[in-house]
């Protein structure tokens, strides 16, 4: 046993990373791995609370409707049409589930629609601080993360393309003063068996091993504890960019910038593909994130900036876990 017990630790400890991927068979969305997904899960939940009693008390009525009022156990029906007070109730009762799920839903809408102002989240924080309302100061952490706040954003640009994506990383520039900025191309596009035959080409060996559909040769790469703004454009038609375990989706639009924010604290591997109708190859433009430390991130970035795409990426390859909790799901 002990030396079972030795070999997995060792298995797990050797594994090359974390990876946030559906899982076959799975129920339920994949962990959450910043703040807006545990808030939209914590949303979900209690909103299918909700839509479960609602259906139960229908069930509930139309069963009793069923056996009390049929022709044979109510023989002469009643001919009243108006009952005031069941209308009052049937009129409010509604409003007031509607007023209770929008309580919930819209500071939701707000958190992860509006990029956060870094300054304010500090001064807010410090603020707290001073005034000795630590049990407020530790809520307000919980979503704004005022440490990380300090470090400033990190800012990505997703632009898609009919079928891959662009990133360009606007506050990293080479000598020349021009962004880092590269295309993340599918591995597999339909059937697996392409993957070898890409790899072939490239010469790369990891290919074959990533998920189906969801790997891609050069991946978007964020620090872990940083704010990331992220950018959505297009260059064709509509796609849209989005990872689950994030909570993110964002349209990316022709001729339109679109925003928005997320921090992660868990190393990993995340992924995600176009969301929306984008034409042919639509199910084969994936999205794949690596979040590794600070450090990992300035050397894959110097190597990205020097154009040896090959050894950013065996930075970039092998990561430590943080160990932080992810929400709801078993993590892989
Ligand atoms: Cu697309």
Not at 12 to 28: C, K
């Amino acid at each position: 046993m002990r030396h079972l017990l030795a070999a997995l630790c060792a298995a797990v400890m050797a594994s090359p990373a974390l990876a946030f991927v559906p899982q076959d068979g799975a129920l339920g969305f994949q962990p959450a791995a910043t703040r807006i997904a545990e808030r939209i899960h914590v949303f979900h939940h209690f909103v299918l609370i909700i839509i479960v009693l609602i259906t139960l008390l229908v069930l509930g009525l139309l069963l009793w409707i069923i056996m009390r009022h049929n022709r044979k156990a109510n023989p002469v029906p009643k001919k009243f049409s108006h009952n005031t007070l069941i209308e009052v109730i049937w009129t409010v009762v509604p409003a007031l589930i509607l007023v209770a799920i929008a309580s919930q839903s819209f500071p939701n809408l707000y958190y992860q629609d509006v990029v956060p102002n870094l300054q304010q989240i500090t001064d807010k924080s410090d603020k707290l601080i001073a005034d000795g309302k630590t049990a407020q100061q530790e809520r307000f952490a919980k979503d704004y993360y005022p440490e990380a706040a300090e470090k400033g954003f990190v800012n990505v640009k997703a632009q898609g393309n009919q079928w891959n994506w662009t990133y360009t990383y606007p506050d990293l520039v080479d000598d020349s003063g021009y962004p880092l900025e590269f295309v993340s191309n599918p591995v597999h596009v339909g059937i697996s068996a392409d993957a070898d035959n890409y790899a072939g080409a490239t010469g790369r060996t990891d290919f074959a091993s990533k998920p189906r559909n969801l790997g891609v040769d050069y991946p978007m790469v964020i620090p872990e504890d940083r704010f990331v703004r992220y950018y959505t454009a297009a260059a064709d038609v509509i796609h849209s960019w989005a990872v689950p375990a994030f909570g993110v989706k964002t349209d990316a639009v022709p001729g339109r910038l679109n925003e928005g924010w997320f921090l992660v604290e868990e190393p990993g591997v995340y992924y995600g593909q176009c969301s929306e109708l984008c034409g042919v190859n639509h199910a084969f433009m994936p999205i794949e994130v690596r979040v590794v430390s600070q450090a990992q991130f300035d050397s894959w970035a110097e190597f990205m900036l020097a154009g040896d795409y090959e050894a950013a990426y065996a930075t970039v390859d092998v990561f430590a876990s943080n160990e932080q909790a992810t929400q709801f799901a078993a993590k892989q």
